[in-house]
């Protein structure tokens, strides 16, 4: 019984926090304005959660839907300086991609996605002055930055 109502108080105090702070203020009034999530933001919120159980990540990832360009961006923020050791994680995203994003974008939404509907972009995390992009691939191709 003592756990009972333990637990019913618990649930009240944060029924009540919920109210107190959910109020919406005049300074941040526009992140209670409805948001209309689009077929490529999905589609690139399961990509992620994907790679985040399917792969062996040593690599902090962050997958968006670009809606002005209309591309799924794939930022890997890796240990790799050398571009061929990049190149190959790169490789092995895109792997995956095609393994679960393509099967699942035409079996779900009918839609047909493609290396060029991707860019992926490689970053060296640990390089001096914060994160430097090593290789991405964009449009089906990949590219090095120039220095």
């Known amino acids: 019984m003592k756990k009972l109502l333990l637990l019913f108080s618990i649930i009240t105090i944060l029924g009540v926090f919920n109210i107190i702070y959910s109020q919406p203020s005049e ?21 992620s959660e994907y790679l985040r159980m399917r792969l062996d990540l040593n690599a902090p990832i962050r997958v968006t839907f670009d809606r002005k360009d209309t591309i799924i961006v794939i930022k890997i923020y890796g240990a790799r300086k050398i571009v061929e050791d990049a190149k190959g994680s790169l ?22 996605l493609y290396d060029n509907n991707y860019t992926i ?11 430097k992009e090593i290789i991405r691939m964009e449009k089906g191709k990949l590219q090095i930055p120039q220095e």
Not at 99 to 109: D, G, L, T
Request: charged letters at 15%.
């Open 27 to 47: 300074s941040n009034n526009k992140l209670s304005q409805p948001y209309m999530i689009t077929n490529g933001d999905w589609i690139a919120y399961n990509l």
């Open 121 to 131: 972009i490689y970053y060296n995390r640990e390089a001096q002055g914060g994160p």
């Open 91 to 112: 490789n092995n995203f895109l792997d995956a991609i095609r393994i679960f994003n393509f099967v699942e974008a035409k079996a779900n939404y009918g839609i047909d």
